[in-house]
């Protein structure tokens, strides 16, 4: 039996509660159009957090039984306490996965695994993006065509501040005039980290089928079977071959 | 004229106040043992700052004007000002050279740059170090034969939790059974990082000719002729090709 | 039910016949010693081929019916015919993974796909080789410990002349005071490559169990779910988007 | 002093002589228009080479003297002898810079550098192509703007069969919907790869300042101050540390 992947779906759900566009097109919160679309795909155990539960939802026990997070934020990246960062940020590094969704790049746990400013350009024009795919074979593109279309989207745009990623999956071109890297993977610790741009809250794109592929793959792709701490400094007193004694220098 | 290149060597100079056997071998302290060796190579204007000095001596002003910033820390990493690493983390993005010494590794500037824990083994055994150069043409290796040896080193050994470097440098073999990437380049924002782990505090490593020379290579390398701010998010308002018009979805 | 991964495990299978030391430790070839062990393990069809059978065994039948091809050899690389290096190339690129072992670092193939001329420095001296586990949650990781030893082995030494590793996966030790990078993957075109180099003809190393278990797990990772050719160069003529008529400039 | 670099360009020079609209944009060939716009820069000895000439003015006396090889071909890739082409390989790997300009992405040089097919998809549309600049800093990019555009350009898209790029340093936009990793670094051997996509035969594409900065950023970039063999595999018979002898296992 394959063993089934624990979801954990994080969302600050603010917008969805604030703006009357936002919530028409994600009544129940982006977490949750996100949590309906994964449950069509075998395989996970999936449940939601948001940044008004306490802890954000993020408690010890529930990151302990995740396999892989979703970020999604924006407006209330402030808003999210260092402390819970902290623990995030561990866990990963011992094994959890994590995918991070458009704004996401400028949340507080994913500028601290890039240890960069994770900036970027952006336009709200309801524009145009094409998607390529440029890494076909990869698990994260199983299923997706060379290219695909987003009828409507926020640019975000080169220079795209992040340390150059371990692959490129996906780069999009956007009607006015811009590129993007919207695909990238990195490893930080033992974790897995997928960055994918699409995903503006004014857009139905966590309805689309493709965007959802990706989110299925991604989850998979980044799921670790072990966990292991990299934070212990272990003094390896005992050598594994002989050491000949000298005298200080 | 060739440009000379801005060098400021940061200790925390501590070890050698305190410990009569670091004294011994660093009577002046380490940043002033690196400035003493990296003054015979032309090219370099060299200042020298510590944890005690206010600001830790890495004002704004010694900032602006410095090209590469070195870095040797170990038992104070706690006490450097959140602020100030802060502020070093910026300059680095907008094209600060930073090269990071032996127990740097465990700094929070190093740790804030790599985004994990920079966790290692390691051992005081008085033991034989070879360190194995296997990027010859790489500029930083310039000079250095195709391995050298130090008679007496701390031992460092895998596994380093840091981000697959950019490039492996240098990988050392350890007498008493160990290896550890010794020697690893990144960038990050506009900021090129060298960290380079021989350096313990009761050896005379940084006397040694061979390992002056890479530190001099890797000034010059880390070195970057401009300084542009990755800290903006610039909204781009005017598409560079026209934006069809379009209902909101 | 999970998909059986057809392995393909190439042996040139020349001093099995004509060297009674290498004839005592693989009497079967080291083919069939790699294939008997794979057996354990669940979820593999294994078939083998040599160098002497026609088509090197390495038909376009039995290609299109591997997902993964092993290939050990030594003495006999130039023996091994051009065109059937060239379709081995390209099914590679198309999808098909390859683990190449030991002395297939100076296969035609392995050349082919590198780019570089893959030489290195060894020694035969019956010495101790400690394998150090950099990446312990990859895939081809699982279940091996942060570091086992070869009791006895042929010396592989820096610099190796690859191009950077996609990921690094295990650096050895020796004895003698050499590294090496023993494991190293790479990606070609749509296909998985994983480069490792302990194996040497005269010791037991294929029967050993930690060998064995990172064979499997490299089997696993180098398959690719899909084939796609990446030999077509087409001309889109209809863009996606519409271009301005524009005279010549 | 500082050191002039050696630039042979080398331009298959066909279109030039048979395609009257060629002709017109570059009346005295590519390799000349491109020799024209470095001479401006200093630091340069140019010389040029091309297809028709004795081993097609590559012999190894003008490889001993170049530093820095400029490569455009396109229609007559085939024709390049195999034997030149083994010979600017190893050149390559020893230490000499390539920069490989637009339809070169083809050409055996490149081919057998990458290990892949080289291909993409294109169409000649005259189209707007708006290059993105994402790696500001890098010396490839120095004076170049965050983006540039090129009013009519041939365009060349993605998927381009290369392996993940050391580092990615533009990426193009097309009018007609495509994009494009149109600048890309690589390192094989002690050699330093740019492949630079801008260029087709008929567009003055190479009369473009920015263009000519690149490339001579790039020629100064991929000069590497030491030439190295790479085709050695020497048995260092004598170990650096004792090997206590043991019997065969």
Redesign the interface.
Known sequence: M?KKIRVTIWNEFVHEKNDAAVKKVYPDGIHNAIAQGLKKEMGFIIQTATLEQPEHGLTEKVLKNTDVLFWWGHMAHGQVDDEIVKRIH?KI?D?MGLVVLHSGH?SKIFR??????C?????V????E?V???A??H?IA?GIA??F?L??SE?Y?????I??P???LF?????????F?SGCT??????KIFYFSPGHE???IFYDKTILRILANSARWAY???R?S????????T????????K??
């Open positions: 394959v561990q590094l094994g400028f601290r695994l890039m240890g960069t400013n900036s970027l350009t952006w336009r024009a309801d524009e145009r094409i390529w795919n440029i076909p074979s698990p199983q060379g290219s279309e009828p409507g640019m745009g080169e220079r795209f501040d340390p150059e371990d692959q490129l780069v999009s071109w956007y009607e006015g005039g811009n590129v890297r990195f490893k930080r610790g033992n974790g004014t857009y139905p670790s079977p072990i292991l990299t934070n212990d400094v272990p003094n390896q007193k050598p594994l071959a002989p050491i000949t004694k000298r200080p220098i």
